[in-house]
């Protein structure tokens, strides 16, 4: 038949326009921009606590960020987060939103005076912050920063 090979390449067609508006439908996730697939980074963040466990940053507030690279905390946030420990003892959730596929190294600090500037959170004498680990995002990742996690500065 003459005309087979035009119809079958009309659908052909047919089925990547579909296949395309398939993968355009399915890039969803939280603070998907443009079709660009990104990711979530959730935290569970436990307390510091003293030599008798009971915590140290009851009410206070924690700045996370992600940096380019092997980046400092001094370094420019790609993607923060924010939270504020319970009062008493609980633990507090980081959801950091939006991320897209690299390798990032994480900062996260605990304002125990409360004088951080909210605009380029960094620590000073008497916070808390965390050793600084290089995260690589290529989907979405939970995990919990454990109270021995937590150094004063
Ligand atoms: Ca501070």
């Given at each position: ?65 992600l940096v380019a ?8 946030a790609l993607y ?74």
């Amino acid at each position: 038949m003459k005309y087979t090979g035009l119809i079958s390449k009309t659908l052909g067609a047919l089925a990547l326009i579909a296949l395309f508006l398939y993968c355009s439908s399915q890039s969803g996730g939280t603070g998907d921009t443009g079709g660009t697939q990104t990711y979530t980074l959730t935290l569970t963040l436990e307390q510091p606590t003293n030599a008798s466990g009971n915590p140290l940053a009851s009410g206070k507030p924690v700045y996370g960020k992600l940096v380019a690279g092997s980046g400092t905390y001094t370094d420019p946030a790609l993607y923060s987060g924010y939270t504020v420990f319970p009062s008493g003892s609980g633990t507090a959730t980081m959801t950091i939103t939006g991320i897209t596929n690299g390798t990032y190294t994480g900062h996260l600090m605990i304002d125990i005076n409360g004088n951080a500037d909210t605009n380029n959170p960094l620590p000073d004498t008497g916070d808390y912050g965390t050793s600084s680990p290089t995260i690589t995002i290529s989907s979405n990742i939970s995990d919990t920063v454990h109270a021995e996690a937590w150094i004063k500065i």
